[in-house]
């Protein structure tokens, strides 16, 4: 077999052992790589019910086909497990050296389990694997541990490391890597956490098994400069991702005191411009010609990664518009490793929930320097505010009481991704459906939809681009594993991937074939819901009720007066199960599983409901 290792590293932590497992090329086709290999793993291997913060849950990297290898953009993993804030499949997506090291040492996947009895991290070298103390580093923030990984093993290898959020289990946790980069924010790490698990540090000097190495060096190095001067050309680097945030502004879809208004006259002060301006540094991920990380001065004078989605939830939607303030905020979040989307919108549910007089609190709308006291004590669980913080908003809302869980902008448990979608039908349809939780990774619908079609429409055409493009985003990057940036930012032709997916091993795929891989894997996704909520039902795949909430409308400005409409929303919602082989209540059916394959899965999945 070509393109990948063949083998799985499986570490034990409560035992101190591991071993290298072997897989089939039949396996590795039907679940390519990334988000493929480890829902079927975790689908295989968890049983259901468990507690995700338990030793029973697995901590799993995964990496695909391309990962690694010397072509655009492709220095990016996965990271998964069961999630501790929604319950279901969690993963997120993290730019890593470790992507190219793991593969070097000889794995396409690592899968952690048990539970240390003392905080430790992971050291990996080819086939060795080295379970060491933690407690230098067990207490501090992801800036020291990178720095005292950094000054132990030079900056060549690969780091995934956890701050006091992931030790302390607050459910919205991330891991961080070295290159100032976050992922996971489904809670991956408050897994870690719960393992005590601190870090895994990877060095691997194997090749990649490519079919077609020659080829593949040749083309990589070819279009990392096409990649390169389109972006030249382009100049999406200047703003990078914050480029969106005037123009969510003026189409009344930015995300303002708790989702509450769509824009602020105060916004323009932390646009992509301003953004530009303020630049002190640029980050990105390995094997990237278009770094999109854009570093600034933050309030104290630390460098601060600023990305749109951090400036959205920490800055406009906490009614924060000063860059240097929201940037201490980012700075905190990355040092603590907390998720800066769940922690944006988690501190705006509090200061909601108090405007209403439903809590007792300090906590204002604007008042970074609150923001940054209360990110302190989320991190570390303290008090019962603490607690409540870092449970994220629905668990907070539960026990707020009263009609706060209607305010609560979260979707399965996760936070909402920075795009108010007051009334945007398929933008909203998209964080429904998306499997993990409110994330716009799956489809980020929202620039088709207000720049191509009519933004009142419910039409099948909405339906039909959210699963075109989760089939893209959701299926063919996260099995490849590969940054999309190149594809939707610059216009980077999707055939590239078959191509460097092909060099690599030797298949003739065709991007049809990925779109059936990426229908599987999220079927299983959908099987996990099931397994674990045996009573699941459409209104899980709701977005916030606050959308269809007439009396929260904007009262001025393009939507003035105007909501979400609940019967064309589940209108919308057919479709969409139609288009995907899905039941009424958005369960795969079995005619629709045993097409992709999923014959043993069925049996399982029958175990809990019955397949339409
Ligand atoms: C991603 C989510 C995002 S998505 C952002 S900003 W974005 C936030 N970044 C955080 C951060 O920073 N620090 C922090 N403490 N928490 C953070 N939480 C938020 O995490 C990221 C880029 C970006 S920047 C995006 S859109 C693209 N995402 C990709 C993806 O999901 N898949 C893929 N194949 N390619 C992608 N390319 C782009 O990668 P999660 P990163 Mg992230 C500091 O993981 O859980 O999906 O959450 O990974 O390496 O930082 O790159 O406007
Ligand atoms: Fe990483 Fe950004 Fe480059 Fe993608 S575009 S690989 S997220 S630096």
Sequence with gaps: MFGWKGSILRVNLTTKTFQKESFSEAFAQKWVGGRGFAVKTLWDELKPN??????????????????????????????????????????????????????????????????????LYLYIKDDTVEFLPADAMWGKGTYFANDWIYAKYGKKVGVLNIGQAGENMALYAVVRSLEGRAGGRTGMGAVMGSKLLKAIVVEGTGDLAAANP??????????????????????????????????????????VHNFRKTSH???WKIDGERLNEARIATYGCPNCTMHCGIAIRDHEGREAEMDYENIGLLGSNLGIFELDQIGSLNYLCDDYGLDTMSAGGTLAFYADAIEHGLVAGDFRFGDAEEAKRLLDVA?????EIGNMLADGS?????KLGGNSEEYAMQVKGLEVAAYNCKFIPGMALAFGTSPIGAHHK????????????VRESYGREKAEKVVELQRIRGGLFEMLVSCRFPWIELGWELENYPKYFNLATGLTWTLDDFWKASDRIYALMKFFWVREIPSWDRTRDYPPLAWFDKTNADTEGPIAGLALDMDKYNQLLDHYYDIRGWDKRGIPTRKTAESLGLDDEIKEVEKFTVLA
Aim: glycine share 10%; aromatic share 6%.
């Design 265 to 267: 006259p105060d916004a």
């Design 50 to 119: 468990i507690d995700p913060l338990g030793p029973e849950n697995k901590f799993i990297v995964a990496l695909g086909p391309i990962s690694g290898i010397p072509a655009p953009n492709t220095g990016k993993a996965v990271v998964a497990a069961k999630s501790p804030i929604t319950g279901g499949y969690g993963d997120g997506n993290i730019g890593t050296k470790v992507a190219e090291h793991l593969r070097r040492a000889g794995y396409d996947a690592m899968i952690v389990e048990g539970k240390a009895s003392s905080p």
């Design 214 to 255: 020659d080829d593949m060096q040749q083309t990589g190095r070819e279009d990392l400069k096409v990649v390169r001067e389109m972006d030249k050309e382009q100049g999406w680097t200047i703003q990078s991702t914050n480029a969106v945030l005037g123009w969510l502004n003026e189409v009344a879809a930015l995300p």
């Design 442 to 453: 799956e489809a980020w619908v929202i620039s088709y939809e207000l720049k191509q079609t």
């Design 394 to 398: 629905l668990r907070m809302a539960r």
């Design 379 to 383: 991190a570390r669980r303290e008090g």
